[in-house]
Structure formats: structure tokens, C-alpha cells
């Protein structure tokens, strides 16, 4: 059996997003960026208009009816990566993301659930008062993801 069958591999998804339209920017963007595969925990994903690349076709798209089930479907030795601003974030800037991971995004209105936050290996946040729309914050989180594989 070969053991370099995988070595790394990431997934982003939303839990109970609520902008359709964040999602098909931020699929088209895991695409572009590398993503492994997508997901949605409660909402659904539905075609968007925004999502020009048709990535929901072009990669692995799972559906968890909700965060329980997300959590014991997790691929094996994959971290969860959080993105929320929360007083145990870490700063972006400085994290050294896993090798497999699963970064979950919350709803752009209430953030991640305390059941994800507590779950979560890892908590990560931009330097930012405020918070950033779903799909962008997973942008930055895909790229310095990216920028991080390359100081490595």
C-alpha cells in the first residue's frame, strides 16, 4: 500500500450561511485556490449565477444537515480551522495551517455556533474590528494558506 497516497488536503465550507451569492464566490475561489472539496452545514447549496466556474461540479460538494453530523464525517486527521473572531483566535498572520484541514466559515449575521468554536482545533481572525464578509474571509484564508506552503 502506498502511504504518499495523501499527504495534504484542505475543504472549506459554511455553516448556516445565509447569502446565497457568498456562496458561489467563495466555491469559485476554493477552486481557483486548491480546495479539495466544499461543503454547506444546514443551508444548502443551490446553483448560483456568481459561481461562473461551475465548481460544485468540478470538485467533491458534501451537504451536513447539521454540525453533529458535519463533525463525525470529518476525514480522518483532518483539523478543523475556524474563522471567527473570538478572544482564542489566533492571528492569521502567524498561523501555520495543518496539513489536513477543514476550515469552517459561519453565517455572515451570527458568526460560528459555541458548539463549533468549542469543537474547533483551531480558531483563526484578520487583524479587523469588524468582521468580513463569509466569502471574502475565506478568500484570505485560502491565500495565505497558500502564502504560508510557501515560506515552508
Same mark, same amino acid.
Given at each position: 500500500?502506498?502511504?504518499?497516497?495523501?499527504?495534504?488536503?484542505?475543504?472549506?465550507?459554511?455553516?448556516?450561511? /445565509?447569502?446565497?451569492?457568498?456562496? #458561489? !464566490?467563495?466555491?469559485?475561489?476554493?477552486?481557483?485556490?486548491?480546495? +479539495? @472539496?466544499?461543503?454547506?452545514?444546514?443551508?444548502?447549496?443551490?446553483?448560483?449565477?456568481?459561481?461562473?466556474?461551475?465548481?460544485?461540479?468540478?470538485?467533491?460538494?458534501?451537504?451536513?444537515?447539521?454540525?453533529?453530523?458535519?463533525?463525525?464525517?470529518?476525514? /480522518?486527521?483532518?483539523?478543523?480551522? #475556524? !474563522?471567527?473572531?473570538?478572544?482564542?483566535?489566533?492571528?492569521?498572520? +502567524? @498561523?501555520?495551517?495543518?496539513?489536513?484541514?477543514?476550515?469552517?466559515?459561519?453565517?455572515?449575521?451570527?458568526?460560528?455556533?459555541?458548539?463549533?468554536?468549542?469543537?474547533?482545533?483551531?480558531?483563526?481572525?484578520?487583524?479587523?474590528?469588524?468582521?468580513?464578509?463569509?466569502?471574502?474571509?475565506?478568500?484570505? !484564508?485560502?491565500?495565505?494558506?497558500?502564502?504560508?506552503?510557501?515560506? +515552508?
Amino acid at each position: 500500500m502506498n502511504n504518499n497516497f495523501v499527504n495534504e488536503f484542505f475543504g472549506i465550507g459554511i455553516l448556516n450561511g /445565509k447569502t446565497p451569492e457568498n456562496l #458561489g !464566490v467563495l466555491w469559485r475561489s476554493a477552486q481557483n485556490m486548491g480546495a +479539495s @472539496f466544499i461543503f454547506t452545514i444546514g443551508n444548502r447549496y443551490a446553483k448560483q449565477a456568481c459561481d461562473t466556474h461551475n465548481a460544485v461540479k468540478s470538485m467533491p460538494y458534501f451537504h451536513y444537515d447539521n454540525f453533529d453530523e458535519f463533525f463525525n464525517n470529518l476525514p /480522518k486527521g483532518a483539523r478543523i480551522v #475556524g !474563522v471567527e473572531l473570538h478572544e482564542k483566535s489566533q492571528d492569521l498572520e +502567524s @498561523f501555520q495551517h495543518p496539513r489536513r484541514c477543514v476550515y469552517l466559515l459561519g453565517a455572515e449575521d451570527h458568526g460560528l455556533t459555541n458548539e463549533a468554536i468549542d469543537k474547533s482545533h483551531f480558531l483563526v481572525k484578520f487583524k479587523s474590528t469588524l468582521s468580513l464578509n463569509v466569502s471574502v474571509a475565506g478568500s484570505i !484564508v485560502m491565500y495565505d494558506r497558500q502564502l504560508n506552503k510557501a515560506r +515552508s
